[in-house]
């Protein structure tokens, strides 16, 4: 194993450890189904109404993309849309919001599709007016292709709405609960990152999340000794993203990065989040409002 795979999965062994016996913050949702599919839900229904008019749904065709398991549809489904189409690649997932929305009472019912591929979207010209990209789009792996697949289903003066964790966040890696260490992937290869993940899942004191459990509960197969890149993540920058938009005609608005809230370098890092650059790796999130030009 190379030095630097050595050194993350020590430090990582060290954080692992401490966050067993209490030394460091933990999502105990994480741990349990139920737990985390309400925190997800009420994680979504916050980032709309704390950075988006929860008047603009109204009346509107709504296109969820990447739905996932339905939260975000469910959650505008109260605001009043004329119809919601909510797109998602992973069968299981639509299958689970499907079965979801069927034993609710909702004024509107979303209707939830298996994307068919991952380059384009099925829906007609100009037949949506707004897009919801919520927590997404850093695992659009093919975003060269869709972002032009946004502008095309819009119709003239169409919005897209976003909340997004971009790459160079503290923990845009995606693995922090393998490897709890702040901007690793900055520093070291997908290859020594996964290395560390598969030691770290190994470890007996390593507690599995959710999605590490099979359907009886029990801890899967290590993964991650048969990867070569990181899982899910496509690296896009604010940089990467707003350049292609420009070429595209999706015009941004609205962009506003947030720092680290719950950091003791809250100022600082707020004051950064919206500077170039430093924007990059000093945001918690960032909101994005988009137009169709």
């Known amino acids: 194993m190379g030095m630097m795979a050595d050194l993350l999965f020590k430090l990582s062994r060290q954080r692992v450890l ?17 737990s985390y599919q ?23 065709d709504l296109l969820d993309f990447g739905c ?7 959650v505008v489904a109260e605001l009043g849309p004329r119809s919601i189409t909510a797109i998602d690649v992973d069968p299981e997932r639509v ?15 979303p209707d939830f599709r298996v994307a068919s591929n991952t380059t384009a979207i099925d ?20 975003y060269e292709q869709i972002l032009p697949e946004w502008r095309r289903v819009l119709r003239p003066g169409g919005r897209v709405f976003i909340w997004w964790v971009p790459w160079f966040h503290p ?26 993940c598969a030691r770290v899942y190994d470890m007996p004191e390593f507690r599995p999340r959710v999605w590490d459990l099979d359907e009886e509960g029990n801890k899967k197969a290590n993964k991650w000794r048969a990867m070569q890149r990181l899982p899910g993540v496509n690296k896009l920058t604010m940089a990467r993203f707003e350049d292609i938009l420009g070429q595209i005609g ?6 506003q990065p947030y720092g680290f809230r719950s950091s003791r370098f809250k100022a600082i890092t707020g004051t950064l989040a919206r500077l170039p650059v430093a924007r990059e790796f000093c945001c918690s999130y960032v909101i994005y409002e988009l137009s169709r030009v």
């Open 18 to 34: 401490a966050r067993r016996t209490g030394d460091a913050g933990e999502n105990a949702a994480t741990f349990d189904q139920a």
């Open 38 to 60: 309400a925190w997800r839900t009420a994680q979504l229904r916050d980032q709309f109404h704390d950075h988006f008019d929860a008047r603009v749904p109204q009346g509107l």
């Open 68 to 74: 996932g398991e339905g939260d975000l549809s469910f």
């Open 95 to 109: 299958a689970s919001a499907r079965a979801r929305a069927a034993a609710m009472s909702l004024p509107v019912r």
């Open 123 to 142: 829906l007609p010209d100009d037949s949506i007016d707004l897009i919801l990209c919520f927590d997404v789009l850093e695992h659009v792996m093919d």
């Open 171 to 196: 923990y845009g890696h995606h693995v922090e609960s393998l490897v709890p260490l702040p901007w690793v992937h900055a520093l070291a290869s997908d290859r020594a990152i996964i290395e560390a």
């Open 250 to 255: 999706l015009r941004v608005d609205r962009r």
